[in-house]
Nanobody, 116 residues
């Protein structure tokens, strides 16, 4: 049974930081491309950042220079460090695991709220 469980969401003031974690089980984690997506209120889910099985990273323009994705294959965990948070970053953040072309799994999401 595949599980992706996100941790670390919460309420933070503008300019603050959070670290999201996603613990994976039931998959050969090191073989998967991992990603973080978010769904802001009233909008479609969008890509935030991805990291391939070889640790190549990609970021949405809106988060470049502020967010950092990383992975620890020994712990089957992917992280997203969120710095310089803005109210527009308020969203549910989802973890994703992909092994193209057919294997695509999602976590349940964790809420990040940026507000003073």
């Amino acid at each position: 049974q595949v599980q992706l469980v996100e941790f670390g969401g919460g309420l933070v003031q503008p300019g603050g930081s959070l670290r999201l974690s996603c613990a994976a089980s039931g998959i050969s984690f090191s073989r998967y491309d991992m990603g973080w997506y978010r769904q802001r209120p009233g909008k479609q889910r969008e890509l935030v950042a991805t990291i391939t099985s070889t640790s190549l990273t990609n970021y949405a323009d809106s988060v470049k220079g502020r967010f950092t994705i990383s992975r620890d294959n020994a712990k089957n965990t992917v992280y997203l460090q969120l710095n310089s948070l803005e109210p527009e970053d308020t969203a549910v953040y989802y973890c994703n695991a992909k092994w193209p072309p057919l294997r695509d799994y999602w976590g349940q999401g964790t809420q990040v709220t940026v507000s003073s």
